[in-house]
């Protein structure tokens, strides 16, 4: 029996299970004041060519998001995101908890356009009421989305235009962004993100941690006393050095690269076996989650082998299941799920 | 000039100026705990034949919906409401800046149905996930809507039953109730509304007070410290005798269901010029709002002589204009639009 | 039987109420944007000389502070004030209901001192954990104090000289603001008050208004979104002129300050005669309110006339007794009371 | 160079480690739904005898902190703790954050008193406009304290009398628990801890873990929805199983217990050689934390060897330090340190 139902179904990688095993019994500071940590931050900023940037390492990706949202926003303020965010979903209201509206945005495939940022900045800005609206001030991408669509450079840049013509900050989730950028189609280099957004986090408990994201904040308006708000949220870790140890492992010599364009590579394969086989995907996706339209015995089939996500019904009445890579897939599971994709 | 682009452009009714007049300077205790205000709850419960209601005044709507909510729900629990709503729209994000999200279901004539509270519930329900997702637990509606369109009683019956079967409880916002109750197509007698909520609020400032709001809690579970509660977010009344006063006058002889016929029946004679003269309503009211389908030079005509609500453009590129009677509006007023109307 | 328990338990002043009349049946839009509301902001801007200040008009006291509060504040920052204040006592954990503690001071009279200010901060700026604490960020003093205390012009200034050196806010909650000016001990100049501080509002509900309460905000920094913010938590009023009737009355030609004087030089009256009578006060108070240590049987005496406020058990087993008056106090009342002590 | 400043300067346990590694590359479910947390919770249980609990792992003791309060609590309710707790000093606020004040009461040794529970509840009960105060619900204490020491089985049984009386509840924060029950002088049995609250949480990142707190939930009352308001939080780790597999570790056969003993022997030793060479005690503290006052001279030579917390100045001018023992605590370190004491 494998699991692909998600990309945190195992540890972490060996390379960063080595290094806490090593530094175990270093005695450090705590809450992040130590060297593993002092390094870790330094590769982040380097590997993200934004040496002026604030990061900050958190625990998991929800607290991440509504952190940094709490710490931007005045009350009255609002994001806008998509009906699928993960912020507008499976965070039980956590946006909502720290006190802010989220703008929902129709979308398919789980990435939201620049038009539709203008479009729900108008709707504020020309109602002569606007001060009785809650108001649009950041807005919540992630890269690749929830879906496992992924924005072009040009997207991005789109939104990112809009949200500094209007003033608006544009925030990225990173859960899953070793994986964006180890996409065939990714065109976006990494040294550009910084440049077109406000801040972001690159994930590490879907990317090879054990757990831990690591939050990078660009604009200068968006980092005062952050630690002190993570604190608050229960961000900020005793240890703060198991952070660090982790971080340090994946960004100093392109680990986190390398381990999301292997998971690409194998959900490439498999993608491929689908489309060859006949079966259609609910959307398409170039990066380590694939959605298949199968139907309950098709389900069932795979299921005998496979643990995978059941995440829906279709209009048509079949199955939406997800098929997830990560860092920890194995060749040899890839192979064995093509073989069954094919026989299904 | 005048203005019918609000029902709270005056101040209040004779009679209740005439009270407050006459009470002004008698001494009181403080914050409801007068003979005014207690006579004024008796009444309250009399009218809408609750007897064990709970009855507290409040100074205005927002602050009735959020007071409401944050009393019933616990930090993870949503609130299922049209896009249309108050709560969606006009308060600021006041109900998330309590913590909690709004499930908006999408609506056309500003009403929710008891099928879409079922979908809203039951997506929650059936997810294995649930335990992610923000939970739905109250279900807000306002008599009449935002948009002047007015529930049934089976309308309502049907969403209270949705919502016993669930566990949710039911808030009927009733901040132009005088104008449900006196419309003529209203079959909900005035004792079953009490019936069919956990519940509700009688509104005053809309309804020919200076300002205030009767809320009514029928539910014993909704009923603990609601006044701490209201009291925490600056809904109580230092001299809350002047609530007392003056909902006192509008339910003692029932002068809050004649105005709201009067309102109800002057927009109903404003209406029928309407459809005479051939301009299309936007959505059918038969409260005391009526949005109008009428281009740019027919509005600018109007407004010669009247202030009306712009309330935004429509898809054939006209202007959606709402016109509004209520327990001030004068028959001249009626007769001088209805004139105008024709000659458009 | 007379009221000498509060400050809030008549109406309002002829010359409101008259004024309320007379534009009882006037059109106007709603919310504040209206001509009385306009006129009367400008008086207040002109009587406290701070031209540039913006002026928001808010329902009570509560409401008052925890708005400005919330407003001014980021997640984690915190108010110094002392243990007796409102917002640490009376106000049912409004400030901590949106987010921000409060870090109270021991205080015997009330009043909060520059010492104290500054050790507080001290306390939190020398602390090399720092990021772990709630941040001193805004100071909350009463002017009279919850006690009947009166700052003086040094005092005030004192303060105020620490807040700027650690950038610190200070807000002045002037819930009785006339009975301050009243007050023959007072020396600070009614155009002094907006030099001395961040912002303060000047309170109408205990000075003669039914209701409301004048915010004005000095610091740019706060001005931002105050009105949306306001909306947000309820403090707007649908028919905001009412507060702009009011207010202009009140502040048009000094009615505000003759009250407050008058009310002071009857409490004056009355406190002569506690102390001739050889009767303790708990605490000396120069402004409306008086705190007489009176054992229970000459409380019940007075109490066979006049409805006081027992406010608490003294040291001693005596009765800690409020007597109050108010722009509402008759001469007869005050020579009632005078008679009444004599005879105690 | 070693540290004592603090017991969360190292990773964890050997056995903890050697799970974590045994287990990294196995696939489970996320969010908890795996078999070692499955037993893990299990050995909770019946460790602490109480077979009905709700068990739920928590990363850290902040965050547990905050998420049984704001789960527990209605908007207008507060908690009564010592000024010297974790929740009123190093959490920025969080309490109040989630909308809760926290009643400080004095404490000079961390410890509260069944006297002060019972005098801060009759504050608010026998005031008679306790409708306008925040309302005591919930006590927090932690065993052990802070400040290192220890609540006797009488000292608990009689707070949770009290509570019992008036509907409060009571929440023990086991940051340190290993600790309490390793002390010499504690005379609370493991299985009785459960008897004598509401609610408990047992540390692990301060008792041998990477990190992760378990939180353990007695009255029924408290239960409901406890793991959608941790998600909401940001409380619930992904990779659920790291916590089940390392509380699996110190709960099966009583490693927990163990390496609080042993800290609290090597803690007591170190605390003897103090007494033996005149050395004043801040307070007296039979747990692992030992507090300590010398001057600046004797702080900077223990330096040369320890990083020690200089906690704060005490009113001689002298140091206050803390030297903490913990679970990776070796014993030449202690001899050493033994040593440089008897040579201050």
Chains 1, 2, 3, 4 share one sequence.
Request: include cysteine; proline fraction near 3%; glycine fraction near 8%.
């Amino acid at each position: 029996m494998y699991r692909m139902n998600s990309d945190y179904t195992e540890g972490c990688l060996k390379a960063v299970l080595n290094k806490l095993i090593e530094t175990n019994m270093d005695q450090t500071n705590g809450y992040g004041e130590d060297p593993y940590t002092y390094e870790a931050k330094e590769l982040v900023k380097k590997t993200f060519a934004c040496p002026d940037a604030l990061v900050q390492f958190l625990i998991g990706g929800t607290q991440a998001n509504f952190v940094l949202i709490c710490s931007a926003l005045r009350p009255h303020q609002a994001v806008i995101a998509t009906n699928l965010s993960h912020i507008a979903t499976h965070e039980a209201g956590a946006i909502e908890h720290t006190g802010h509206k989220v703008l929902e945005q129709p979308s398919d495939d789980g990435k939201l356009t620049a038009e539709q940022v203008e479009a729900a900045y108008q709707t504020y800005a020309l109602d002569p009421n606007r001060p009785h609206w809650a108001q649009p001030k950041l807005v919540y991408v992630s890269q690749p989305t929830e879906t496992g669509s992924l924005y072009s450079k040009k997207e991005l840049n789109d939104i990112y235009k809009v949200c500094q013509e209007h003033g608006l900050y544009l925030y990225v989730d990173g859960a899953r962004l070793a994986y964006a950028f180890g996409s065939e189609e990714n065109d976006l280099a990494i040294e550009d993100l910084a440049k077109t957004c406000d801040a972001f986090y690159a994930g590490g408990t879907k990317c090879g941690l054990l757990f831990g994201e690591a939050m990078v904040i660009i604009n200068d308006k968006l980092k005062e006393d952050f630690f002190s708000i993570a604190k608050q949220n229960g961000g900020i870790l005793a240890k703060g050095r198991l952070l660090g140890v982790q971080f340090g492992e994946v960004f100093r010599d392109g680990l986190y690269f390398e381990i999301g364009k292997k998971a690409c590579s194998q959900a490439a394969r498999i993608r491929k076996a689908i489309e060859e086989r006949g079966i259609k995907l609910v959307t398409y996706t170039p990066t380590n989650q694939i959605f298949i339209d199968i139907t309950k015995e098709q389900y069932e089939k795979l299921s005998t082998e496979f643990a995978l996500s059941h995440t829906g019904y279709l209009p048509n009445g079949n199955y939406s299941v997800r098929i997830c890579t990560s860092w920890a897939t194995k060749d040899e599971e890839v192979e064995k799920i093509i073989q069954m994709i094919k026989e299904l």
